[in-house]
């Protein structure tokens, strides 16, 4: 079995890097498959949804919306695709306050969030078996932050957690800062 590349990309808001995550894919013959994992709660979240899905119009992506579980997209995906997961950032607090309409956040069960995070080291690792390539963008977002409630401590440590996993993990590391690329760790596809 080939194993597809997999590509983690961070940086701040508005880096660039969900352009350049695009740009790094599609060159490459394959599906283009682009998992969203943002969910339009407000006015602002509408809008950045909208313009992501226009620049993607030219080059025909094929969309799946995963707010959560993201392991449940594997079904959809096929040898030789070119998958763009944008963002790991806003899958974790989706995740983070899944059953919060409950009143039972994931954030307050003991082991929930540990779990989902360890399904989805698995999930990556299932995809790149997949398909040709995977690109997973994640906001940094654990800078000089002033300390805050409880979940948003577990939140940024799962996040740190994750990133330095993933790069461990992955073929290429990238952080964007202002629109350029700082390649950490292989070579970009």
């Keep these: 079995m080939v194993q597809g590349t997999v590509t983690f990309i961070s940086g ?12 790094l894919l599609v060159t490459q013959p394959g ?50 695709d070119l998958v763009l997961w944008d963002c790991m950032t806003t899958w974790l607090a989706n995740e ?5 309409e409950a009143g039972n ?30 690109v997973i963008v994640s906001n940094e977002v654990l800078d000089d932050w002033p300390e805050h409630g409880q979940e948003t401590q577990l939140y940024r440590k799962t ?10 993990q992955c073929d290429v590391a990238i952080e964007m800062d202002h629109g350029l690329p700082i390649v950490w760790k292989g070579d970009p596809l």
């Design 159 to 168: 996040l740190g957690i994750l990133h330095q996993k993933l790069v461990q």
């Design 12 to 23: 701040g808001a508005r880096s660039g890097k969900s352009t350049y995550a695009e740009q």
């Design 96 to 100: 983070l306050y899944e059953g919060y």
């Design 31 to 80: 599906r283009l498959v682009y998992i969203a994992s943002g969910v339009a709660y407000d006015q602002e979240m509408k809008e950045r949804i909208a313009k992501h899905q226009f620049d993607r119009r030219m080059d025909h992506w094929e969309t799946i919306e995963q707010p959560l579980n993201i392991h449940e997209v594997l079904p959809f995906l096929q040898a030789g």
């Design 105 to 134: 956040p994931c954030w307050q069960r003991p082991g929930c969030l540990e779990g989902k995070t360890e399904q989805l080291l698995r999930t990556i690792k299932q995809i790149s078996e997949r398909v040709t390539s995977l």
